[in-house]
């Protein structure tokens, strides 16, 4: 990314349901993890890395909630 461009991270929080701490206890329970969408784990793990990777290296702007979405601004600096 160039310096000034703009990152959002979009998520439909209806999907992405687990914070990385609930993923981590999910994961460690068979029985739990046997119930889960599979589409729940996915989206929640993108969502999580995707803030983390841009919380880490880009300067955060805001968000903004619309609904079931959730837009979260960044810039590069």
């Known amino acids: 990314m160039k310096k ?24 460690s329970d068979e029985k739990k993890y046997n119930k889960t969408p ?17 919380a880490r290296n880009l300067l955060y702007q805001g968000k903004i909630k619309t609904g079931s979405w959730m837009v979260y601004s960044f810039m590069k600096i």
């Open 38 to 54: 599979f589409l729940f784990l996915i989206a929640s793990y993108m969502r999580n890395r995707s803030l983390d990777w841009a």
């Open 4 to 27: 000034g461009q703009k990152l959002f991270v979009v998520d439909l929080e209806s999907v992405s349901l687990y914070s990385e701490e609930q993923m981590k206890n999910l994961l």
